[in-house]
Nanobody
Framework: QLQLVESGGGLVQPGGSLRLSCAAS????????IGWFRQAPGKEREGVSCITSSGRSTNTAHSVEGRFTIWRDNAKNTVFLQMEELKAEDTAIYYC????????????????????WGQGTQVTVSS
């Protein structure tokens, strides 16, 4: 059974950092594109960042560009999201999602494109 498990969330002060992990079990991530999404209370889920199966192409939302970095370690079957200079508005539940690799040279930032989802990890930025 395909399963994604997020970890690394927590409470951090504004300006702090966190590293989220998305670990796969039951399948190898090598052939999947991965997206990170977040949903804050009362708001719609939004795409944060994504990475193609090869890792050669990524995409990042304007709201986090320059602060968040996505990369993958296929040997560890894990995708990471490094979050720096965190702000209160980054507070949300963060989810990772997977879709089988496509022929596209880019990855998707829309949640409806993804087939498999983790349970999410809470990130709270507060002093």
């Amino acid at each position: 059974q395909l399963q994604l498990v997020e970890s690394g969330g927590g409470l951090v002060q504004p300006g702090g950092s966190l590293r989220l992990s998305c670990a796969a079990s039951g399948f190898t991530l090598d052939y999947y594109e991965i997206g990170w999404f977040r949903q804050a209370p009362g708001k719609e889920r939004e795409g944060v960042s994504c990475i193609t199966s090869s890792g050669r192409s990524t995409n990042t939302a304007h709201s986090v560009e320059g602060r968040f970095t996505i990369w993958r370690d296929n040997a560890k079957n894990t995708v990471f999201l490094q979050m720096e200079e965190l702000k209160a508005e980054d507070t949300a539940i963060y989810y990772c999602a997977a879709i089988a690799a496509t022929a596209q040279a880019y990855c998707f930032m829309s949640d409806y494109e993804y087939d498999y989802w983790g349970q999410g990890t809470q990130v709270t930025v507060s002093s």
